[in-house]
């Protein structure tokens, strides 16, 4: 039934599939097939509605290669793990990890063909393992060297929370230099009964860049996740989390904010299952989008029969800066118990015309009120990070937004 | 709430005999074969003795419903339906067409009666002019002559066929074009009749202008054609009530209802749909599939819909107002309820095109039993709605553990300058509420259907009078047996 994208896209991939196959670590066969059965979405995929992936399978792209002399920047001087291109710079990493290590049945690769696509191809990700509690943040750097060819970059990484542990992670995406390349990488989190994980995604990769990642998490009893991505970069970017919630009394908390503008298209989509009675699942996206760019959000609350209790919320809200901008939103609830408390809000619409005009009325011109107003919108997902080098890249991110005259 | 739910399942195995308008006239029917081809569509329009264009549109509507598939998106599990296996035409037998109520058929008097609503009665009391549509041909038009005094018509579709061609030629399709969606493609090829109604340039009309849908016959899908057309600074508000027999087999209904809106026109489209909704195992049942669809083309035009949906086995229905003119309104509000086995997929889309148009969507959606109960809802702001404005809320409630209720709401704005805010939120009833009421002495039931009209009293409140009363009472008795 599902609609396939013309055949050639998925051809090339099995092209260089083929040529790497040899390289990679475990049976990759299966995974390859179950990609190439669906090919690159389009949005005749409900899933995918506003996020085409056609110009994705149009592009010639090739397997990136591991590059060991890149410099990467860091944000600060704490523990780290580096990945260029999709593979683990151990020379650059100071935080003890594992290497992953081939598929291992996990992340739904059979229902998103992206995520069946990075388990044929992806050739190693960092396996971070947390049994204690850490108190500096852990910064993680997913680095990429555009280049003529178009690298794809594709890895696998796992953080895993067990019990009684907790921990701050920050990942980072970046481009280095400028130029073209595909990014398609899955993070698989697991916080096990008790366990607690800030999560927190900058994504900043270049102006050409396609970037899709792909994050499945799962909560065990009383566990706590608190997600937040901020997106600036790329040219295409999806962020994909799908929470799985079986542990009673878990609490998980999606945040996001986005600013783009020119042509970008930035879409944040999550799908969380309550399977489990007694939890909570907050979320809130926020988003400022200037030029002729396109924001989507596509939130999906499942509440399974008998996870009574539940309490879950969504909220998505857009500005849309200029007048060829377009917000596409869908949040969906579906509820099979019935003593929950479940509601999403979504609203889309230009800067407040009122408040606008209570801060010219005190003599703040026009730009400078609107970069206020802006500032104000996209802070409240900004909050809870305390002042730092992550604090500062982000505020600095917005402020680059605004000169560019969104 | 475990008391209560042992309660709920006496009650509600109870209800299954309870469908009060569950029985069978037995009128003598004349039918076209069954199945459905191009025959079919040419035996229809012969015996309509229609004009050539209006054939050669059903025939090209069924042409090009040859080629769709059903649409599988809702949240939906529709049974298999064998379109060959159906009639596609059925008229009560009658000698001659009836000069006044004194010649209709006394059996189907009889029918209307224990529907509630004698026809003579009606058109003495309640002032309401009925257009009742039995098994696909109108029997009976009231008031007309009150109507036509104000220029405004009120007739069956085929009967507008040959008075008002020009009208019916330059209006159908207009809205829902044949290629629209597959029930609406196969509702032109095949539709049999439905109301037409015209309401010339300043005129308010002086009624609640009503029809009554029924499909009685064994084995008849209705195919009903709605189209009102509502001239510069006129007003009408159309009611619309439903009740069907209750059969085992599956009954398919697929109708189309268009409504066109010029310069200050307002048109408002009121509907009560209690069909059966099949037994308490999910056993029979109506599958209602509706294209309902309105044009708000010139400025300052307004459509409101309104609806409480509280019977057929599955409902799959979606008012929609397109708001082509300036200043422009779009009104839904609505009202599902689905108990037992019941499947609901209904919302509405409001497309803005129009400056500064504006829309309001207040769903409430009911969900009991073992029921599925989706709100489905598209609201979408094109570059020219400057300074348009939406406002969409949908709550759900749910009564008991089996149930489902969902919300797949579709935002999507291409103007800065438009602002959108939605609403959603899913609940079960208020334990205090209901202790508060149990406190007083009022019984489970009844505190359930107050707390539950109340619940929608903003959907109600938008009721006719004639249909507001009725609607309070089915939300009552649509909850019984549901507590828990």
Redesign the interface.
């Known amino acids: 039934m599902t609609p396939q994208v013309s055949l050639p896209g998925v051809e090339a991939y099995r092209e260089a599939f083929e040529s790497i196959r040899a390289s990679l670590p475990g049976e990759r066969g299966a995974a390859f097939e179950a990609f190439a059965a669906r090919g690159f979405p389009t949005n005749r995929v409900e899933a995918w509605k506003y996020t085409s992936l056609r110009p994705l399978a149009r592009q010639r792209f090739r397997p990136a290669a591991p590059d060991m002399e890149a410099a990467v920047p860091f944000l600060g001087d704490g523990p780290r793990i580096v990945l260029v291109n999709g593979f683990l710079r151990e020379d650059l990493t100071t935080v003890p990890v594992g290497r992953w290590g081939g598929p291992n049945g996990r992340a739904g690769a059979e229902e998103e063909p992206l995520v069946a696509l990075n388990a044929a191809m992806a050739g190693d990700g960092y396996a971070l393992t947390i049994g204690d509690v850490r108190d500096e943040p852990i910064e993680i750097v997913h680095a990429t060297v555009p280049g003529p060819t178009g690298p794809v970059a594709q890895s696998r990484n796992r953080i895993t929370v067990e019990p009684g542990g907790a921990a701050h992670v920050v990942e980072r995406h970046v481009g280095l230099g400028s130029g073209a390349y595909f990014v398609n990488g899955v993070t698989e989190i697991e916080v096990q009964d008790g366990g607690r994980l800030r999560h927190t995604k900058l994504q900043e990769e270049g102006a050409e860049a396609h970037h899709l990642w792909f994050v499945p998490a799962r909560l065990g009893r009383d566990a706590v996740l608190e997600s937040t991505v901020f997106t600036f970069g790329a040219r295409l970017s999806r962020n994909q989390i799908e929470a799985d919630i079986p542990g009673e009394g878990a609490e998980l908390s999606l945040r996001g904010a986005y600013a783009v503008s020119g042509r970008q298209l930035a879409d944040h989509t999550s799908r969380i299952e309550h399977r489990a009675p007694g939890a909570t699942s907050r979320q809130v996206y926020k988003g400022a989008i200037g030029g002729q760019a396109r924001g989507v959000f596509q939130g999906h609350i499942i509440v399974a029969e008998g996870a009574q209790k539940t309490d879950g919320h969504q909220l998505n809200r857009a500005l849309l800066l200029s007048g060829r901008a377009e917000i596409d939103a869908k949040p969906v609830l579906e509820i099979y118990a019935d003593d929950v408390q479940c509601s999403h809000g979504a609203t889309a619409g230009d800067i407040d015309g009122d408040a606008l005009f209570y801060l010219r009325s005190r003599g703040i011109p026009a730009d400078a009120a609107r970069g206020l107003l802006v500032r104000a919108f996209l802070s409240e997902i900004l909050e809870d990070t305390p002042e730092g080098a992550l604090r500062t890249a982000v505020e600095e991110r917005i402020d680059g937004f605004l000169e560019a005259g969104a | 709430m475990s008391r209560v739910a042992a309660e709920t399942v006496e009650q509600v195995r109870s209800l299954g005999d309870r469908y009060k308008y569950g029985f069978v006239t037995d009128i003598e029917s004349e039918q076209a074969p069954k199945g459905l081809n191009e025959d079919i569509v040419r035996f229809i329009s012969a015996i309509k003795d229609e004009p050539e264009w209006l054939l050669e549109w059903r025939l090209e509507a069924f042409r090009h419903w040859q080629t769709m598939t059903e649409p599988n ?1 809702a949240k939906l599990g529709i049974p298999m339906i064998d379109y060959q296996d159906a009639y596609y035409y059925s008229a009560p037998k009658q000698k001659e067409g009836p000069k006044s109520l004194d010649e209709v058929d006394p059996e189907l008097l009889a029918t209307y009666d224990k529907l509630g609503i004698p026809l003579r009665e009606q058109e003495m009391l309640a002032g309401v002019a009925v257009d009742a549509v039995f098994d696909s041909v109108s029997v009976a038009t009231t008031f007309k002559a009150k109507l036509e005094e104000h220029g405004v018509i009120f007739c069956p579709i085929s009967e507008a066929v040959q008075n008002h061609p020009e009208l019916v030629r330059k209006y159908l399709g207009s809205v829902v074009p044949y290629t629209d969606n597959f029930f609406a493609t196969l509702n032109s090829a095949v539709f049999t009749d439905g109301s037409f109604v015209f309401v010339p340039k300043g005129v308010r009309c002086p009624m609640e202008l009503s029809t009554y849908f029924r499909i009685n016959a064994a084995n008849t899908g209705q195919f009903e054609r709605t189209l009102i057309i509502a001239e510069d600074s006129s007003y009408v508000s159309y009611l619309e009530g439903c009740t069907a027999p209750m059969r085992d087999e599956h009954q398919l209904h697929a109708a189309v209802v268009e409504l066109v809106a010029l310069d200050d026109a307002e048109i408002k489209y009121s509907t009560v749909q209690n069909w059966y909704p099949g037994d308490e195992n999910g056993v029979g049942g109506i599958f209602n599939f509706v294209t309902k669809r309105g044009a708000c083309i010139g400025a300052r035009s307004k459509i409101s819909w309104t609806q409480v949906e509280t019977g057929s086995a599955i409902t799959w229905k979606y008012p929609s107002c397109m708001l082509h003119g300036a200043d422009s309104v779009g009104e839904f509000y609505s009202i599902a309820i689905t108990n037992n086995y019941q499947q609901a997929d209904t919302g509405t889309k409001m497309v803005h095109m129009g400056p500064r148009s504006r829309s309001r969507v207040i769903s409430k959606g009911i969900s009991a039993g073992r029921a599925s109960n989706a709100y489905r809802g598209l609201v979408k ?1 094109l ?1 020219g709605a400057a300074s348009a404005r939406n406002y969409t809320q949908c709550d ?1 409630l ?31 009833i208020d334990d205090d509420q209901l202790f508060y009421c149990r406190q007083r002495g009022i019984g489970e039931e009844e505190a359930v259907s107050l707390i539950v009209n109340g619940f929608c009293r903003e959907v109600l409140q938008q009721l006719p009078m004639e249909f507001a009363v009725e609607a309070q009472k089915l939300v009552g008795i649509s909850l019984e047996g549901s507590v828990g």
């Open positions: 998106w702001m570059p759900s749910l009564i008991g553990s089996k149930c489902g209720a969902h919300t797949f709401p579709y935002i999507e704005s291409q103007n800065r300058s438009a602002r959108v805010e939605h609403e959603a939120t899913t609940s079960k």
